[in-house]
């Protein structure tokens, strides 16, 4: 695919790691144009100072969270093909030519999903990382970091709910199935998620639960 690709990054007070997420982009094969859009998110570190060193295209914005900042990224992106990074997260080897393949056999596909496995970012002391769930082996991803996604998949489906403080994504891939886009997985690992001490859904865990609640409930009464 000789297409444009914007990989989309949402960024806030992330300059411990966001080196680690561009590089993990820069590493990927891509037969085509790439242009990578960092949303700093209201960040009081060098979030932005990084990633404009890094090349990024950066777009500065007051703290609104994460569906607000893949909201800006995804609207000022010009990509026919687009792939979302989280900003502490890393691609693995070879991800992008994963998920690009099934493309090229199937060209009705909007979107493909691959896996993403766990690990405990090094900085970490043994206690603190012994805090940390890890979940053993890889695991079906759901969006950031683990799916490559045509441009006219968001015209359709629509953008994030920027309401949602966390779990924005599930109620996005709800969305997709609503409306019967042909999507495929693959069983290879395409994410590194990185655990630490900072990770949303740690310190966020209360709201995140509330958040699944209501997404259920609206579920239900869709029904």
């Known amino acids: 695919m000789k297409d444009l690709l914007s990989v989309v990054i949402p960024a806030y007070n992330a300059e411990k790691y966001i080196s680690e997420a561009i590089a993990s982009v820069k590493d990927q094969v891509w037969n085509g144009p790439v242009e990578m859009i960092v949303t700093d998110d209201g960040s009081s570190d060098r979030t932005t100072e990084i990633a404009e ?11 609104g969270g994460a ?33 690009s393949l099934p493309f090229e056999k199937d060209p009705e596909l909007k979107a493909v999903f691959g896996k993403a496995e766990d690990f405990i970012s ?30 006219t998949v968001f015209e359709q489906v629509g953008l994030f709910d920027s309401s949602l403080s966390s779990a924005e994504t599930v109620d996005w891939m709800m969305k997709l199935k609503d409306n019967r886009i042909k999507t495929q997985r693959i069983d290879t690992v395409t994410l590194r998620r990185r655990l630490h001490l900072s990770n949303t859904g740690r310190i966020q865990a209360h709201s995140e639960m509330k958040n699944y609640a209501a997404l259920l409930r609206k579920r239900l009464k869709g029904r």
């Open 53 to 63: 060193k890094a090349g990024c295209i950066v777009i500065r914005q007051d703290h």
């Open 67 to 99: 569906a607000a900042a893949r909201n800006a990224g995804i609207k000022a992106s010009k990509g026919e093909w687009i792939l979302l990074l989280d900003a502490d997260d890393v691609f693995s080897e070879g991800a992008l030519e994963a998920l």
């Open 122 to 151: 090094p900085e970490l002391s043994p206690l603190q990382a012994a805090e940390l769930k890890v979940r053993e082996g890889s695991y079906d991803g759901i969006l950031p970091g683990c799916s490559l996604i045509h441009r």
